[in-house]
């Protein structure tokens, strides 16, 4: 391993000498509302994001969860209210410039290249971070390829990190479920996130890939210091993970505090029972 990966690994991992404190505000969302033609999926949506704390959004099919998501990382415009992430405020900003702000995103249906290998579908996590152009990449000159292998070798850690180094050459599309979410995971850390985005990480997992999925979200935030945003329909592990939930229904908030809080108000009672306990 050469000097900058090491320095770089390090600096990756910098966060649990910090400890799992939670600091101030890092992404503040104001008054969104979102249209689609006449239909409003979110109406003046507010909330934040505290540095290095596991924060949820949650609510009922339909609330708007992904169009939040699709807001703060570029993919939606909308029309109303402000994002400011660590100082700076915007309205319309597409997802290749949220991504170089440190946004990173992964989706609940899984866009992997089933068939690239693990290592070469993470390595496209990597891709702002390259400064070689094209041209050099192809022909692996000098510069390109000193590049490349530093840039795998901090995809190794990754895939050592997720546990997946047995299937680290095999095509994604062989893998179980449950392994290419991790994979779709790492990917996103390939980025070296400051805020990282889970849209259902673990829909369609049985038992044990969820508690697996659940450990490595937690080390995530806790080793890498990665300031975690999820949305997850699974309530026992919303409240077992967060730090702070939000609840949406039909696109407006009705529920916004520690697990505990949340699982207490009955508003989201209402909204999730459809009568008051």
């Given at each position: 391993?050469n000097?900058?990966?090491?320095?770089?690994?390090?600096?990756?991992?910098?966060?649990?000498?910090?400890?799992?404190?939670?600091?101030?505000?890092?992404?503040?969302?104001?008054?969104?509302?979102?249209?689609?033609?006449?239909?409003?999926?979110?109406?003046?949506?507010?909330?934040?994001?505290?540095?290095?704390?596991?924060?949820?959004?949650?609510?009922?099919?339909?609330?708007?969860?992904?169009?939040?998501?699709n807001?703060?990382?570029?993919?939606y415009?909308?029309?109303?209210?402000?994002?400011?992430?660590?100082?700076?405020?915007?309205?319309h900003?597409?997802?290749?410039q949220?991504a170089?702000?440190?946004v990173?995103?992964?989706?609940?249906?899984?866009?992997?290249?089933?068939?690239?290998?693990?290592?070469?579908?993470?390595?496209?996590?990597?891709?702002?971070?390259?400064?070689?152009?094209?041209?050099?990449?192809?022909?692996?000159?000098?510069?390109a390829?000193?590049?490349?292998?530093?840039?795998?070798?901090?995809?190794?850690?990754?895939?050592?990190?997720?546990?997946?180094?047995?299937?680290?050459?095999?095509?994604?599309?062989?893998?179980?479920?449950?392994?290419?979410?991790?994979?779709?995971?790492?990917?996103?850390?390939?980025?070296?996130?400051?805020?990282?985005?889970?849209?259902?990480?673990?829909?369609g997992?049985?038992?044990?890939?969820?508690?697996?999925?659940?450990?490595?979200?937690?080390?995530?935030?806790?080793?890498?210091?990665?300031?975690?945003v999820?949305?997850?329909?699974?309530?026992?592990?919303?409240?077992?993970?967060?730090?702070?939930?939000?609840?949406?229904?039909?696109?407006?908030?009705?529920?916004?505090?520690?697990?505990?809080?949340?699982?207490?108000?009955?508003?989201?009672?209402?909204?999730?029972?459809?009568?008051?306990?």
């Amino acid at each position: 391993m050469n000097a900058t990966t090491a320095q770089e690994l390090a600096m990756a991992a910098s966060a649990p000498a910090q400890g799992r404190g939670i600091g101030d505000v890092i992404l503040d969302v104001q008054n969104i509302t979102l249209r689609f033609g006449g239909v409003k999926a979110l109406t003046d949506i507010s909330f934040d994001v505290r540095a290095h704390e596991v924060r949820s959004i949650i609510g009922p099919n339909g609330a708007g969860k992904s169009s939040m998501l699709n807001c703060i990382n570029g993919v939606y415009q909308p029309q109303e209210g402000q994002i400011t992430f660590r100082g700076q405020t915007f309205r319309h900003m597409n997802s290749r410039q949220v991504a170089e702000m440190g946004v990173a995103r992964t989706f609940q249906n899984l866009a992997l290249f089933k068939g690239m290998s693990v290592l070469d579908n993470i390595m496209t996590g990597r891709n702002l971070k390259m400064k070689c152009g094209l041209l050099a990449q192809a022909f692996r000159l000098g510069p390109a390829e000193r590049e490349e292998i530093r840039h795998r070798e901090f995809v190794e850690r990754i895939i050592d990190f997720l546990e997946i180094q047995a299937w680290r050459k095999t095509p994604v599309g062989r893998l179980p479920y449950g392994l290419q979410k991790r994979v779709d995971l790492g990917r996103a850390l390939a980025m070296e996130p400051q805020v990282l985005l889970l849209d259902e990480p673990m829909a369609g997992m049985n038992v044990e890939e969820k508690q697996d999925m659940s450990r490595f979200i937690l080390d995530v935030n806790d080793e890498f210091g990665t300031t975690i945003v999820l949305i997850e329909h699974d309530m026992g592990v919303v409240m077992d993970i967060s730090d702070r939930v939000v609840v949406l229904d039909y696109g407006k908030k009705i529920g916004d505090g520690t697990p505990d809080e949340v699982r207490n108000n009955p508003e989201v009672i209402r909204a999730y029972l459809g009568a008051e306990h």
